[in-house]
């Protein structure tokens, strides 16, 4: 008897096969044509969820090109944090996206916007969900960012500036963001009088060009968030990025334009954060996400197009299973550090594995009261179980004088890191404070997983019992972390899934290319991060980057070590360790990031924070 697993394999061998067989014939064909780069974006997809009985196709793939065994989302490790790495090549500190949930009232009333637009006025004043095309079409609206809702341009704009196609198809939010001016497109043109013509815009909340907006979105109706559901949008998803996407991309490289396309999966990141990690949900998902991306390198290979397109399979962030869930505006309340937990003179903005802080500039108007406050949120976090290592919006004061030198990486309050040291301060949009929640990579989720398992949650009341709303698990997965998913917790639980914090297990994810332009069977231990992309895209589609306002740049590297032609190596990867320590009533909290660089790209590995209480030895 054939198994689904068996058959899976002698699909990724036969495509194998065919692909050989069929290069060096069409290599010539191909010499005159416009380049392809397809993009899939495995939305949650661990390196190491990536095995030869999984996920047979993913496998093959890393073998017969390149796999990335050193590869980093940026932090926070969040979807769209990593979008906009992933879209520009920059930092969250050039391109202006630092979470999932930002509050970005004071950076609108600086850049000039509307704020008394009926539109914008709830982007003023609370906290916006960028996972949501219609808000970030408000966002990069005239009221509002007016098209630099981004600090500079993504690859999709890059391509359609030149004339060439463009497709981005997948999960809202990330996919909006890809070409994020498409709903101000008049004539061919966008707000910013830039060519947007031939292209093809798909999430479940947003289509376009608008003529085939009404046809696209219509198997999106009624859909919901549900196990089942997401494995249908992403087969549908795929279904379009092969009956028209590919079809799109051939027609503007017979023509020698260049083609860009993105298809964004929503798993297995969807079934991961509802049913739990190691879950017949999440083993299922892994699989369906590893059918589609066989069936889009199928369809490449069956229009003939496989010598001029080249393939990256990247995830967006890793994963980790919830321990217990926290919920910091509550705590701090009760603490009498926030005056409610409603109240705006302490604003907690949730993002799962990462919250960000703001201080209300009314309520704290002086350097000193902000540093006063802060120093009493990062004391009382810094003291729980629950916190991992904490950034600041100021680096620490060089003090005149000093005899030893102070390490530059440490922030303005004690016992914690500088966001500029990691590349996340955006002076306009920058939290005052980013707290991750700690991560504990060697334990597994056996005991967490399961609806018979208890959870609990950490709140204002302490901590307290709730349901378990995690499927049963089917195999232990390593790596769980706290989480702050907001009040009520938006049904998370423990033992469900989820990411955003600085750990290795939520830092790591899948990454490969293949094609003509990359190395066959290499193994890249250089590391590499989300930021690093789309440099490597420009590179191989021949397009130099446009700046954004105030000359931003995209800070990534071409990963040229993984590419046959300009193979030369990344240069010196140095590893460092760096540390803050925080002297606390009872205890002594030393908070660590290891750090890996290459030039002045910082690469951040893992983070750990240790608690030893007065008096222990070390």
């Known amino acids: 008897m054939i198994t689904r697993r068996r058959f899976l394999f002698a699909l990724a061998l036969l495509f194998t096969f065919v692909v050989a067989a069929t290069s060096a014939r069409a290599a010539a064909a191909d010499s005159s044509k416009g380049r392809i780069f397809v993009l899939i974006v495995a939305d949650g997809l661990r390196a190491d969820f990536v095995t030869q009985r999984e996920t047979p196709n993913l496998y093959a793939l890393s073998r017969q090109g390149v796999r990335f065994e050193r590869h980093h989302a940026v932090f926070p ?175 503007a490289s017979d023509d020698g334009r260049t083609a860009l396309i993105l298809l964004w999966l929503r798993n297995p990141d969807a079934t991961q954060h509802r049913s739990g990690l190691g879950t017949a949900d999440a083993l299922n998902a892994l699989a369906a996400t590893d059918e589609n991306v ?114 530059p990486y440490l922030g303005w309050v004690d016992g914690t890191f500088a966001q500029g040291s990691i590349g996340l301060l955006n002076p306009a949009r920058a939290a005052d404070l980013v707290i991750s929640f700690r991560e504990m990579s060697t334990r597994t989720n056996k005991g967490l997983t399961g609806p018979g398992n208890p959870a609990f949650a950490l709140g204002a009341n302490g901590q307290v019992s709730a349901k378990n709303n995690s499927q049963e698990l089917v195999k232990p997965v390593k790596g769980v972390t706290y989480a702050d998913t907001g009040d009520g917790g938006g049904g998370f639980t423990t033992g469900m899934g989820m990411h955003g914090a600085a750990g290795k297990m939520q830092i790591g994810g899948f990454l490969a290319a293949a094609g003509p332009s990359f190395k066959s069977g290499y193994l890249n231990r250089t590391p590499t991060s989300s930021f690093d992309i789309a440099p490597t895209i420009r590179e191989l589609l021949g397009i130099a980057p446009s700046r954004g306002p105030g000359a931003a740049f995209a800070n990534g590297r071409a990963m040229r070590e993984a590419l046959k032609r300009g193979s030369r190596g990344a240069g010196r990867v140095r590893t460092q360790t760096w540390t803050t320590t925080a002297v606390l009533q009872g205890m002594r909290v030393d908070s660590k990031l290891l750090i890996s660089r290459i030039g002045d790209l910082i690469y951040l590995d893992d983070s750990d924070v240790k608690r030893v209480p007065h008096g222990s030895s070390p």
């Open 294 to 407: 066989a069936k889009v390198r199928a369809a490449i290979a069956a229009v003939g197009i496989d010598q001029r397109t080249d393939l990256i399979v990247v995830a967006d962030h890793g994963f980790a299973s919830i321990y217990l869930t926290v919920d910091l505006a509550g705590m701090l309340t009760a603490a009498g550090i926030k005056q409610s937990r409603d109240s705006t003179d302490v604003l907690v903005v949730s993002n799962g594995g990462a919250d960000l802080v703001y201080l209300a500039n009314d309520k704290f108007p002086t350097a000193e009261a902000r540093r006063e406050k802060l120093q009493k949120i990062v004391t009382f976090a810094l003291a729980q179980e629950w916190c991992g290592p904490i950034f600041t919006r100021e680096f620490a004061p060089v003090v005149v004088g000093r005899r030893t030198t102070p390490k």
């Open 77 to 251: 490790t969040l979807t769209m944090v990593n979008a906009g790495a992933l879209w520009t090549g920059a930092t969250p500190a050039q391109n202006g996206i630092i979470a999932n949930s930002m509050f970005f009232g004071p950076a609108l009333k600086v850049w000039g916007a509307h704020p008394d637009a009926p539109a914008i006025r709830s982007l003023v004043d609370l906290p916006a969900n960028l996972e949501r095309s219609s808000t970030l079409a408000l966002l990069n609206g005239r009221d509002a960012f007016a098209g630099r809702l981004l600090g500079l341009e993504t690859i999709a704009q890059d391509v359609l500036r030149v004339g060439g196609y463009v497709a981005a198809i997948g999960k809202r939010g990330p996919t909006f963001l890809f070409a994020n001016r498409a709903a101000t497109v008049s004539n061919g043109i966008d707000l910013l009088k830039q060519p947007h013509k031939n292209y093809l815009m798909l999430s479940d909340d947003f289509a376009a060009p608008p003529q085939l907006a009404q046809e696209l979105l219509k198997p999106f109706t009624g859909a919901n968030d549900s196990h089942g559901d997401s494995l249908k949008r992403d087969d549908y998803c795929t279904r379009v990025a092969i009956e028209r996407a590919i079809p799109a991309a051939k027609a």
